[in-house]
């Protein structure tokens, strides 16, 4: 590392606890506990999706669900800053070798690229016409690749931020992206769970591997091979020169949503929609052990450059820190964190209907950091006012303010179609009983204590 962190500008002050519940659209998450809500390595508001340690291990870097991404130093594991600047949840995050820049990819179709000694967003990447699933850097740091939900592969020059070339194929949802050969080859699979490897120089196509209709979700190089992991939960190897099949591990529990290889290549981790960790020695397709985390997805996995130690992020919003030797957890909490949302009455029909709101939501003036705003003082508050929170340009100058009919007419058509142009996620109630419970429920558990007279509550 040729950088240094102040101590002086670290970040000190304490990140609100997450919640737990998001997941993507075939996994559902199931909490266990509390971990309490001082634990210092939950970070993340949602799911922490990604996780990767620099070339000397001193350092970390997570992607989260909540827009952020939080640098951390490792010996012990602690915050030292959380950096803030896209729009919209982030999915991958990609460091170059010197450890002096990140690149971040988010829903908001956008990359980001950070300055990590100072924390800055130096630039943002424009050019995918949909979310950007996954991103990749070459070896001297250089160039970055990325994959987009708008059946786009594109490779970007990070110096100038200038897009270089790009691969189109529109009936494809490309999920993940790899370089190979210090940046001679680029690899890339698809929601078919197809797999492809294309020469940069020239741009040809060298050879595809057809997929089984499960998509792919990570895939990494290891020397002259490509490892992926997918769905259907299989993780499998394949000849970088002609795409043959050298392995495939199969019997964890499904899908498989990260993947990890030590330096050397000797030993694979993998994590699941069920909470596991599974790690692999390559050389006899052994699984060795396996780590049981709190229930709910594994998202990311990093091992430091020795191999010893083993790094995951999970729904909760928290980094976890593994003994991979005797499969030991080192740092983190045990349970997964129940946030103060997610601990309200569940006894009456308006609070379970609630629980998709709370995904994004917190109930609390400020003690939860989240994807969505808070909603507390909703009621009488114009759209778009909570201070400090990025809203859409849509949602921020709708001049609505929410009122319990305007909140029921929300439900009732959808945000898609009552706000044209907001990030809000896709939340639709047809049944107005079950509509008119809900906004009564959100009227009554969102009101001040103190009365409307709350920041950002004034129509």
Not at 109 to 119: F, K, Q
Not at 260 to 274: K, N
Not at 426 to 437: L, N, S, T, V, Y
Request: proline share 6%; glycine share 12%; aromatic share 8%.
């Amino acid at each position: 590392m040729r950088w240094q962190i102040d101590p002086e500008s670290r970040h000190r002050t304490a990140i609100p606890i997450g919640w737990a519940g998001f997941l993507a659209a075939t996994v559902l998450w199931a909490g266990n506990g509390d971990a309490g809500s001082d634990d210092p390595l939950v970070q993340h508001g949602g799911p922490a999706k990604a996780v990767v340690v620099t070339a000397d291990g001193r350092f970390a870097v997570t992607a989260g669900f909540d827009y952020s991404l939080v640098l951390w130093e490792l010996a012990p594991p602690r915050v030292l800053r959380r950096l803030l600047g896209h729009d919209a949840p982030l999915n991958d995050v990609a460091v170059s070798l010197d450890g002096l820049h990140a690149v971040s990819a988010s829903d908001d179709r956008t990359l980001g690229v950070w300055d990590l000694a100072s924390g800055k967003l130096r630039l943002r990447l424009r050019g995918h016409e949909a979310k950007v699933a996954a991103v990749a850097l070459t070896g001297n740091g250089s160039r970055a690749a990325s994959a987009g939900w708008d059946g786009t592969v594109r490779i970007w020059d990070l110096a100038s931020g200038r897009e270089i070339r790009k691969f189109t194929e529109p009936s494809r949802r490309f999920t993940t992206v790899t370089f190979a050969r210090d940046g001679e080859l680029l690899a890339a699979g698809d929601h078919t769970g197809a797999l492809r490897l294309r020469r940069l120089a020239d741009g040809r196509q060298l050879w595809l591997r057809k997929g089984n209709g499960f998509p792919l979700t990570r895939l990494l190089t290891a020397g002259e091979r490509l490892v992926t992991g997918s769905i259907d939960g299989t993780i499998r190897g394949y000849a970088l020169e002609d795409g043959e099949e050298l392995f495939r591990f199969e019997g964890q529990e499904k899908p498989v949503l990260s993947l990890a290889a030590t330096t050397d290549g000797s030993r694979l981790a993998s994590g699941t929609a069920a909470g596991t960790i599974y790690l692999w020695n390559t050389a006899d397709g052994r699984a060795e052990r396996v780590l049981r985390s709190p229930r709910g997805p594994v998202w990311g996995l990093a091992f430091a450059p020795d191999g010893r130690t083993l790094y995951s992020v999970h729904n909760d919003g928290a980094l976890r820190v593994w003994n991979v030797e005797t499969g030991t957890q080192i740092a983190g909490p045990r349970e997964t964190y129940l946030a103060a949302t997610e601990r309200l009455s569940v006894q009456e029909r308006g609070a379970r209907l609630f629980r998709s709101c709370s995904k994004c939501h917190s109930v609390t003036p400020d003690s939860e950091n989240k994807s969505g705003p808070t909603f507390y003082g909703l009621i009488g508050r114009r759209a778009g006012s909570v201070p400090g929170y990025p809203y859409s340009r849509a949602l921020a100058g709708s001049g609505i303010v929410w009122t319990e009919e305007t909140l029921a007419r929300l439900f009732e058509l959808g945000p898609e179609n009552y706000l044209p142009g907001t990030r809000m996620p896709f939340q639709r109630m047809p049944d107005p009983e079950e509509r008119a419970e809900l906004v009564a429920y959100i009227a009554r558990v969102t009101r001040p204590e103190h009365g409307p007279e709350q920041p950002g509550n004034r129509p």
